[in-house]
């Protein structure tokens, strides 16, 4: 049996809650109706309701103040707010305070329909973000493709044993992870785990970096020196970018993983060392092997299991979810008050190609946040997540222009009508057209008045 979807409406006008009541009892959600504030939150504290819909005004009353009560009383459902004289900065003040949306009076059945359904899309996406976040792998490794879930079971058996491993993958897809999550979840968790990149490291000083120094080695060596195999030691030693690794070196890390000991430079003193090692990359190993330009014997002693962090663009569904755990996490990090997406934005960013993977999305996600208003929409996307992939098709070059072009044209009208309060008489005169074709635009980009914060004069 399928369980109905329970809305509650605070609305103190007998035919508004009658109306929404009818229309939504018709699209098979259960709805309770309440005219006063104190009944719907004793109603609310004994049912377990999905989504509240409440109106700004209750009378003398304040949606906004009861909305503080149901947090009070540690009530956690989404809440669309809706009026039909609030002012903008009551308005404005709802996104603030971590309210779903708001609607303005009079709306039609179709525009609060869609509105409960993405609300619903929102409040199941948020549950599954805080679910993973819960209870894997400290909420780093996210996604739900199979390719994600598949990695995740590899990790999960990899780090069982003491097997070299060698993660490769595109720059920005999140191999520091895989490596920290494989040593999270093995024996050695208890001790260090010791993150080189190889290509941080001057050629002439990397065998000190990897194996340490004695006093007096060479011209700068005034003291003793530990390297990170010894820092390490009963734990991992992750080489990011071994790919960049010199062949010299390359000679002696394969000695030291052959015979599991060391020698510091300028000393004949022979060290044991035990130590995992996990290495990554992000060029063609085995194509450097072909050329000359790694080791062979070396590549075969890193590669005993090889994994693959997978790109950004072969996972695209995980986009959504991503980029909402990331809205959480960087707004908490930045102390910012929580801010909303519009969902077609999702649309927009699961297109872009994502070129540098999900360290990309993360600075774009940063960007909206630290720029963009608090409800992010379409105008507020970077520019560059509107320009797709290049194709072979000559008609699909044209529309990736038209759509650019098309951005571009819309994010100017909101800008000027932000400029002017809503204006449509002064902004149809800076952008010399008439009033009729400025309304035609707002209406094809679909520009929401309410989460632009404008005025329709």
């Excluded at 708001?102 to 996406?125: D, G, Q, S, W």
Aim: charged share 25%; hydrophobic share 40%; aromatic share 6%.
């Amino acid at each position: 049996m399928t369980i109905k979807t329970k809305v509650i409406i605070i609305d103190d006008e007998p035919n508004i809650r009658r109306s929404i009541k009818t229309c939504l009892t018709i699209e098979g959600y259960s709805v309770a109706g309440f005219a006063e504030p104190d009944s719907a939150l004793k109603s609310m504290l004994n049912t377990l309701y999905d989504i509240a819909i409440i109106d700004i005004r209750l009378g003398e009353q304040s949606g906004i103040a009861l909305f503080e009560r149901m947090k009070e009383e540690k009530i956690d459902i989404p809440v669309i707010f809706i009026s039909g004289n609030a002012s903008l900065d009551e308005a404005a003040q709802t996104h603030k305070i971590g309210a779903y949306d708001f609607i303005e009076k009079p709306f039609n059945a179709e525009k609060l329909i869609v509105t409960l359904r993405n609300c619903i899309e929102f409040n199941h996406l948020s549950t599954k973000v805080k679910s993973f976040e819960a209870s894997q792998d400290n909420g780093k490794i996210l996604g739900e493709h199979e390719i994600i879930k598949m990695l995740r079971r590899d990790i999960s058996k990899v780090a069982l044993s003491d097997a070299a491993v060698l993660i490769s993958g595109e720059s920005g897809t999140g191999k520091e992870l895989i490596a920290e999550s494989i040593h999270a979840q093995s024996t050695r968790s208890k001790k260090p785990i010791v993150k080189v990149n190889c290509s941080a490291i001057p050629e002439n000083l990397i065998e000190s970096a990897l194996f340490g120094h004695v006093k007096g080695a060479f011209t700068g060596a005034d003291q003793h020196k530990k390297g990170y195999f010894e820092i390490a030691e009963d734990g991992t030693l992750f080489l990011d970018e071994i790919a960049d690794m010199p062949l010299s070196a390359q000679s002696s890390l394969l000695r030291v993983l052959e015979s599991k000991e060391i020698q510091k430079v300028g000393s004949d003193e022979i060290t044991k060392v035990n130590v995992r090692l996990l290495t990554a990359s992000h060029k063609n190993l085995k194509k450097m092997v072909d050329s000359g330009e790694f080791r062979q014997d070396l590549y075969y002693r890193i590669n005993v299991i090889p994994l693959t962090s997978p790109s950004l663009r072969e996972r695209k569904s995980d986009i959504q979810l991503l980029v909402n755990h990331f809205f959480n996490v960087i707004s908490k990090r930045l102390g910012l008050v929580q801010k909303q997406i519009d969902p077609k934005c999702y649309t927009v960013l699961s297109e872009y190609h994502w070129y540098g993977n999900v360290r990309e999305l993360v600075n774009t996600v940063e960007r909206m946040l630290i720029m963009g208003p608090d409800i992010i929409t379409l105008a507020d996307l970077p520019n560059e997540v509107f320009i797709k992939e290049n194709s072979e098709d000559t008609e699909s070059e044209k529309q990736t222009l038209k759509e650019y072009r098309h951005h571009m044209e819309r994010k100017f009208i909101v800008e000027k009508l932000k400029l002017y309060n809503g204006n449509i008489t002064k902004v149809a005169q800076i952008l010399a057209i008439d009033r009729t074709s400025l309304h035609k635009k707002i209406n094809q980009y679909n520009i929401q008045r309410n989460s632009e914060q404008f005025n329709n004069k």
